[in-house]
């Protein structure tokens, strides 16, 4: 079989069906065998990053592996951002290239195995024809249970050589890893004795499907709930649940956690935000459980590290408490028996122009339940990511290596996993200018997309980074270059509002899902956008 071949049955077997891609020599082999012999979407995208950033899309919001597919050399260096972004979000991304042939002086040769590790990226160069398929299935192996993006480098050289006999590869099972016996031990002594436990869970407890073990524990124990900004909604039903904890949660949530003597975090790597910069459980101690090097990123080391799967741990937990009879304190009645407010209260302005916040709230409310929220990175996050809601697992955003520009194509590569449900994007002005030539992308794939633009004519962190240095904000100021029209002219439709009558107007006038991206302008004054 020829090596084009194999690689495109290998991914096809292993679950694939989507790859985001821009043509050159590198790659061009193993997308016509991708697109002929193995049927799949393929979705070409204007540039490179884009590709690598709509595969990291749809991976954060399927949990499935997200494959772009680009050519060597300056189509990998193009890269080098959004792999970054997709690294630091442990995102399930694979990167399909090929090194330039074996000639002297070629133009695009470039040092691949250094540009993917640079970015912290895996790297496999496949061999031989006859170690293709186990090399790509190993890689791929390596990718889900690992959750670190992969390069994989098939020499051109290789792809167009005649190729070897192979069997077909075994599709991959599910991986839940059983929590340790020691540190499960030592978690349930702390709990024992603690008098105000409390609970986060995050993304991994989410993957694991742990939202109702996590919810039985805390009924045994008496502990009120929480989750991170990724694990949103999980406990939107319970009385006792916090909201968000830390830095985009409500003050009177963080008030109770920073009480807590005992935290208790499935799947949660426990960050600086998350952790309110140590005021949660800020004299308790911490429980960490995840199946991934629990403390590895944690703002304060964890107490206790229990390495096991999110939802068979708080099972597990549940039976050996339940088992010696244990009952909680009288803590979490006390302090949350009725349901707290989980949202930060704000103000709103009282000038007729928009206020960001208020018009998240509103968009919050108009826009269907049924969503996936996807932002970019700026100074609007601060006042969309408290009240913008999405569904468990439904909210992305790109700031884990805290570029701009990356929001648009994550979201175009969740749409394009998510057809049949309104994807919203929210970027800056700044951050949408400097992507948006892939609204050629989301204009031919007609996908269901509503992309809010936070137009405040500025680069808004550096206006208020300005201000607050007692600078001139006005550097960080951009003239409008006329949003409405630049996407008017990629084929898309654009609605301007600056006011919250005529936001309401706009929302008003959605119906359904839209047929193609829509682009809402919300013109903002940057002397009233909050900076934090
Ligand atoms: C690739 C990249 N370039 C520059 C920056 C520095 N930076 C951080 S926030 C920001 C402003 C972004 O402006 P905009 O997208 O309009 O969002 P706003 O802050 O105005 O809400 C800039 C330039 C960055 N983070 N990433
Ligand atoms: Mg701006």
């Known amino acids: 079989?020829?090596?084009?071949?194999?690689?495109?049955?290998?991914?096809?077997?292993?679950?694939?069906?989507?790859?985001?891609?821009?043509?050159?020599?590198?790659?061009?082999?193993?997308?016509?065998?991708?697109?002929?012999?193995?049927?799949?979407?393929?979705?070409?995208?204007?540039?490179?990053?884009?590709?690598?950033?709509?595969?990291?899309?749809?991976?954060?919001?399927?949990?499935?592996?997200?494959?772009?597919?680009?050519?060597?050399?300056?189509?990998?260096?193009?890269?080098?951002?959004a792999l970054t972004e997709a690294v630091r979000a442990r995102s399930r991304v694979l990167v399909l290239t090929g090194d330039t042939p074996n000639v002297p002086h070629h133009l695009q040769s470039f040092d691949?195995?250094?540009?993917?590790?640079?970015?912290?990226?895996?790297?496999?160069?496949?061999?031989?024809?006859?170690?293709?398929?186990?090399?790509?299935?190993?890689?791929?192996?390596?990718?889900?249970?690992?959750?670190?993006?992969?390069?994989?480098?098939?020499?051109?050289?290789?792809?167009?050589?005649?190729?070897?006999?192979?069997?077909?590869?075994?599709?991959?099972?599910?991986?839940?890893?059983?929590?340790?016996?020691?540190?499960?031990?030592?978690?349930?002594?702390?709990?024992?004795?603690?008098?105000?436990?409390?609970?986060?869970?995050?993304?991994?407890?989410?993957?694991?499907?742990?939202?109702?073990?996590?919810?039985?524990?805390?009924?045994?124990?008496?502990?009120?709930?929480?989750?991170?900004?990724?694990?949103?909604?999980?406990?939107?039903?319970?009385?006792?649940?916090?909201?968000?904890?830390?830095?985009?949660?409500?003050?009177?949530?963080?008030?109770?956690?920073?009480?807590?003597?005992?935290?208790?975090?499935?799947g949660a790597s426990l960050n600086r935000f998350t952790m309110a910069d140590g005021a949660v459980a800020a004299q308790g101690s911490?429980?960490?459980?995840?199946?991934?090097?629990?403390?590895?990123?944690?703002?304060?080391?964890?107490?206790?590290?229990?390495?096991?799967?999110?939802?068979?741990?708080?099972?597990?937990?549940?039976?050996?408490?339940?088992?010696?009879?244990?009952?909680?304190?009288?803590?979490?009645?006390?302090?949350?028996?009725?349901?707290n407010a989980t949202k930060p209260a704000f103000t709103p302005a009282t000038t007729t122009g928009l206020d960001l916040r208020q018009a998240a709230v509103t968009l919050n409310e108009q826009l269907p339940a049924h969503r996936t929220v996807v932002t970019d990175t700026g100074r609007f996050i601060y006042s969309v990511w408290p009240y913008l809601d999405a569904p468990p697992g439904q909210f992305i955003h790109t700031l884990n290596f805290a570029s701009i520009g990356l929001g648009l194509s994550t979201g175009i590569g969740a749409s394009a996993a998510n057809r049949d449900r309104l994807t919203i994007v929210v970027a800056g002005d700044g951050g949408f200018l400097m992507s948006v030539n892939e609204l050629a992308t989301a204009v031919r794939e007609k996908l269901p997309m509503l992309i809010v633009v936070a137009n405040d004519s500025a680069y808004g962190m550096e206006y208020f980074n300005l201000a607050r240095a007692g600078l001139d904000p006005a550097h960080a100021l951009m003239s409008d270059p006329g949003i409405a029209q630049i996407v008017a002219g990629y084929g898309a439709r654009a609605v301007s509002v600056s006011t919250h009558d005529e936001l309401d107007e706009c929302l008003r006038g959605l119906h359904g899902l839209p047929d193609g991206p829509v682009v809402l302008d919300l013109q903002l004054d940057p002397a009233t956008v909050p900076g934090e």
């Open 1 to 81: 079989m020829r090596v084009p071949s194999r690689v495109a049955q290998v991914l096809r077997t292993s679950g694939v069906n989507t790859v985001f891609g821009l043509m050159g020599d590198g790659n061009l082999p193993h997308l016509i065998a991708l697109i002929e012999e193995q049927a799949m979407c393929f979705v070409p995208t204007t540039g490179e990053s884009g590709a690598v950033s709509m595969a990291d899309g749809m991976a954060r919001a399927t949990g499935q592996i997200g494959v772009a597919s680009v050519t060597h050399g300056p189509g990998m260096a193009n890269t080098v951002t």
């Open 112 to 266: 691949l195995q250094a540009l993917a590790h640079l970015t912290g990226a895996d790297y496999v160069r496949i061999r031989s024809a006859e170690s293709t398929g186990s090399q790509l299935a190993g890689a791929l192996t390596r990718l889900r249970y690992e959750s670190r993006p992969v390069v994989v480098d098939i020499p051109l050289d290789l792809a167009v050589s005649a190729g070897a006999p192979e069997a077909p590869p075994q599709p991959l099972g599910p991986f839940a890893s059983v929590p340790d016996d020691d540190g499960l031990d030592a978690a349930l002594g702390i709990i024992a004795s603690a008098r105000k436990p409390a609970i986060i869970a995050g993304q991994g407890a989410l993957i694991s499907g742990a939202g109702s073990a996590i919810e039985e524990l805390s009924e045994l124990i008496r502990a009120p709930l929480a989750t991170t900004l990724l694990a949103r909604g999980m406990f939107t039903d319970s009385v006792h649940n916090l909201g968000i904890s830390g830095t985009v949660g409500s003050r009177e949530s963080l008030d109770v956690l920073a009480e807590s003597d005992c935290l208790i975090a499935f």
């Open 286 to 339: 911490i429980i960490q459980i995840d199946h991934r090097q629990p403390g590895r990123d944690a703002f304060r080391p964890p107490n206790v590290a229990v390495t096991g799967d999110a939802r068979k741990s708080a099972v597990e937990m549940r039976t050996l408490l339940a088992d010696a009879d244990f009952t909680g304190s009288s803590w979490r009645s006390q302090r949350c028996g009725r349901r």
